[in-house]
Structure formats: C-alpha cells, structure tokens
C-alpha cells in the first residue's frame, strides 16, 4: 500500500499553475493524496533522501510537463528515477508546451495531456480515480484548472550610490522579485534575457544614456522597474564624481 496517490514533479517557476492543477485533482477525486514540494530547496543529502523516498511511496508520477520543467535538472532527475524503479508516469502539458529535449527523446512515444483540453482533463481525472480505486466528485463538472495570478512583486532593483558612471566604470545591478514565474532584463533596446528571482548583473557604462528594465512575469501578469544610467560628461564631470567619492570617505 502507497503512502501517496501522486508525486508532482514540477519547477516552481511553474508554482501557480501546478499549485492550481493540485486543488483540480484533490477537488474531484475523493480522499486523493499527492505529494508536492512547497519548499523548493533544491540540495543536500537529506533532500535527495526525501525526494528518492516521496517518489517511492507514491502510485504514480506526474511531472508537469512546461519548458521550465523540461530545463531544470531536478524534475529530470526525478523523472529518470520514478522510469527506472517503475513509477507510472503521466505527463501534463502546460500552456501551449511543446515536448523537447532530454524528455522527448526518452519518453517522446507517451500519451500527454493538455491541461486546457476539457476532454483530455477530464479523462485524466477519471483514469486516476480508476487507478487509485477512489470515486470521482462532481464529475461532470470537472473544468481544467483556473489559474488566477497576482502580479509580482518587486523588491528592489538598484545600483551602488556611489557607482563611478563614467565611459567604460563597471557596477552591479541587483535585485530580488517575489510572486513570480519569471524574471528577465532588458538593456535599451536589446532582446531581454532571462535572470533568477535574486541577484546581480553586471553594467558596464558606455552610452551617454541607458535605461535597463527588470521584467517580473507571474503567468499573464507583470510588473515592471526602469533604471535610467546617465554617463558623466567631461573632466568636471569626472572631478565632481571624484570629490564626491573622497567627501563620502571622510565622512565615514
């Protein structure tokens, strides 16, 4: 006897969708029990260990399937180890999500489902329950997930007070974002490129004007933040950024 009906197995940048497709399934299977990580550390043995055993104990796996989950080394890892010690595994498919990668060479010939087919949601729910010998709830009611998302937040995003902006000085930017799914940056009018909810990129100074944009994404919702990085011009400008910095060391 399983200890658990499902493991989720999932990236948190997805944690909104998964976190609602959870409720749908314990909403219309009765007495359902699914393992699902809310914390989100992903390291040490003893995680390892937890993961290894949660998987173990439950009937099957479904691994929420997104471009998220399919480039995070964790759900692959987790994945490989339900196939190899005979864990069924169900993939459900997020958003418009196409399979690729280490996923569809390994597991390309499985049936997925799509979480915004109706028909195909509903037959899930039903094969489940016929798995787990456990009676459907309101069946014909069963509805894909609604996922209702917040806008981020955005903690802060800045540069150093004292940063030199003169051609060619370098600083950090920083950051941190909560309540999102994804976090990108944009220089002027570049592509913007992906970045972790927390951290740093470094800036180094070489328009006379730049403006940099922290993106926050939580489904359809987001945030944005502009910086606006103005380069000191000429040699007064220089001595000013100069005395600046040595009257702020004095001072200290």
């Not at 890892?77 to 339900?82: D, G, I, L, T």
């Not at 950090?172 to 909810?197: A, H, M």
């Amino acid at each position: 006897m399983k200890e658990f009906d499902i493991f989720i197995s999932y990236s948190r940048k997805d944690f909104s969708e998964v976190e609602a497709l959870k409720q749908s399934i314990e909403q219309h299977i009765s007495n359902v029990k699914c393992w699902f990580d809310l914390d989100g550390i992903e390291s040490g043995e003893e995680f390892t260990d937890k993961i290894i055993s949660s998987i173990e104990k439950s009937q099957i796996l479904l691994f929420a399937v997104s471009e998220n989950s399919m480039a995070s080394p964790w759900t692959q890892k987790e994945v490989r180890y339900a196939s190899n010690v005979g864990i069924k595994i169900i993939p459900v498919l997020l958003k418009d999500t196409k399979l690729s990668g280490w996923f569809l060479f390994e597991f390309g010939n499985m049936d997925c489902i799509s979480i915004d087919n109706p028909l195909q949601f509903k037959k899930m729910l039903k094969n489940l329950s016929d798995i787990f010998g456990k009676s459907m709830i309101e069946d014909d009611s069963a509805e894909p997930p609604v996922v209702l998302t917040n806008p981020p937040s955005i903690k802060y995003f800045s540069y150093p007070a004292d940063a030199d902006m003169h051609e060619g000085s370098e600083f950090p930017l920083s950051w941190e974002v909560e309540n999102c799914t994804k976090v990108q940056l944009k220089f002027g009018r570049s592509t913007p490129i992906d970045v972790e909810y927390k951290g740093e990129h470094p800036f180094k100074v070489r328009l006379s004007r730049c403006t940099i944009i922290l993106i926050a994404y939580n489904g359809a919702a987001k945030t944005e933040k502009k910086l606006t990085i103005t380069k000191e011009k000429g040699i007064m400008g220089k001595i000013s950024s100069w005395m600046y910095k040595k009257t702020k060391k004095i001072l200290k």
